[in-house]
């Protein structure tokens, strides 16, 4: 079978590079940045598996949880023959370090529509010297619209974000053979949903939202979309932290009763005794309203711990004005076995619906983050509602649904309650 020649596409797995090695500028195109895979970037459940041409050599290329590994396609050695005997480096690339994607086209003038494809283009964030980053790219060429499809959809997901509340919550971990296992086992649980509209306009399906701190930070974070997830979230975090302000909002909600017994730092709040609907008011650094507990890789036990799946009702947590050493230790705590709640600033409540209402006409202005004060006619206010960015312009009410879908998973408060039978454990 004739081999491929060098520098051609490849859309067939017998395509491979030629039998003489490649100049070392063609062999290593990526070596400012690629280097053998270390074993931590190793780990982590395989993704997708396939062949593209990477710096015109064909490669078989594995993506993972954490890595893009890839090592040059070697034809088939006659035995004996020391002179297919070329050892492959391995290269790779840190998921984290990936901070866009792009399908790569080739347009002419007097084409029509979108170009021919020819893969994949992935733009690299990666550090040059101490405090410095250095921006790269790699090509993944490979002609088949399918092929690069599902490796596109793939990238995108993972550059979408880096927490799945949801996930966590029905299975512990988001983890594909765990979530496959619980549909072939048919572990179907029922889970709450919210509602979120303004002005009776519908605005989105969710299972969690926050308001103030959390939305603030998830709106400084999509202007860093050129930064990897990890990253992306630390920055935006500090920044956050650093131009730390409270929203002055009326809050009413609709109480359920509960074994969980609410905590409430300031007295207790103002009731209109006809449709036992409660109201508080002031400064608050941070409203989340959380209809599932939202376990996470930064808050194991849940960012609301004392809520369910399917318990019909949800958890309204309100950080009041404080300093921001104060609000930081509240916001640590998340990450350790303390009690977050603990603090005289912090209040609880468990509630069917809820109604948040800003008081100031002053909303975010993503211009002020850098110094610069545009005028804006009307400035929106950002949530956070299940790590999408949400802005609404006036009262937000969200509204609880019981039991609205059924998802394969199962309850974390039986799998961590449940009591060992087997001896041997």
């Not at 300093?323 to 209040?347: D, T």
């Amino acid at each position: 079978m004739p081999r491929g020649r060098r520098g051609g596409r490849v859309s067939a797995l017998e395509g491979g590079p030629e039998e003489e090695a490649l100049p070392a500028a063609a062999a290593v195109p990526s070596a400012l940045w690629a280097s053998q895979l270390q074993p931590e970037a190793a780990a982590g459940q395989i993704l997708l598996r396939g062949i593209f041409e990477i710096g015109r050599s064909s490669c078989d290329v594995v993506l993972s949880e954490r890595a893009l590994r890839w090592w040059p396609i070697q034809p088939e050695r006659p035995a004996g023959d020391s002179k297919y005997d070329v050892k492959c480096q391995e290269e790779f690339i840190e998921v984290k370090d990936i901070f866009s994607v792009k399908l790569k086209r080739r347009c002419s003038a007097k084409q029509q529509g979108n170009g021919t494809l020819l893969g994949i283009t992935l733009f690299i964030c990666l550090k040059k010297e101490q405090n410095k980053l250095k921006d790269s790219t790699l090509d993944l060429i490979n002609l088949s619209e399918d092929h690069c499809d599902v490796w596109f959809k793939q990238f995108k997901k993972i550059l979408a974000g880096s927490t799945n509340i949801l996930a966590h919550s029905l299975h512990g971990i988001p983890h594909v053979v765990t979530a496959t296992l619980h549909i072939i086992m048919g572990h179907v649980q029922a889970v709450d949903v919210c509602t979120f509209s303004t002005t009776g306009k519908l605005l989105r399906f969710g299972f969690s939202a926050m308001f103030g701190f959390g939305g603030r930070t998830l709106a400084l974070a999509e202007k860093y979309r050129w930064m990897s997830p990890n990253q992306r979230r630390d920055f935006a975090v500090m920044k956050a932290l650093a131009r730390l302000k409270p929203e002055d909002c009326e809050i009413s909600f609709l109480p359920c009763i509960s074994s969980h017994d609410s905590k409430k730092a300031e007295g207790s709040p103002k009731s209109d005794g006809a449709n036992q609907w409660q109201t508080i008011q002031g400064q608050f650094l941070n409203v989340s309203i959380m209809a599932i507990p939202c376990l996470c890789s930064v808050a194991p036990r849940g960012l609301a711990p004392t809520t369910r799946l399917n318990n019909g009702s949800m958890a309204l947590i309100v950080a009041r004005n404080t300093s921001r050493p104060e609000f930081i230790k509240h916001l640590k705590r998340y990450a350790s076995v303390k009690n977050q709640f603990s603090f005289p600033f912090v209040e609880t409540y468990t509630v069917g619906e809820v109604k948040v209402r800003p008081r100031s006409n002053s909303g975010y202005n993503p211009e002020e983050e850098d110094g610069r004060h545009a005028a804006a006619p009307e400035e929106s206010f950002p949530w956070n509602v299940d790590g999408d960015l949400m802005e609404a312009w006036s009262e937000v009410q969200v509204k609880l649904h019981p039991r609205l879908i059924n998802l394969y998973g199962g309850s974390m408060e039986e799998m961590n309650d449940s009591k060992v039978t087997c001896n041997c454990l």
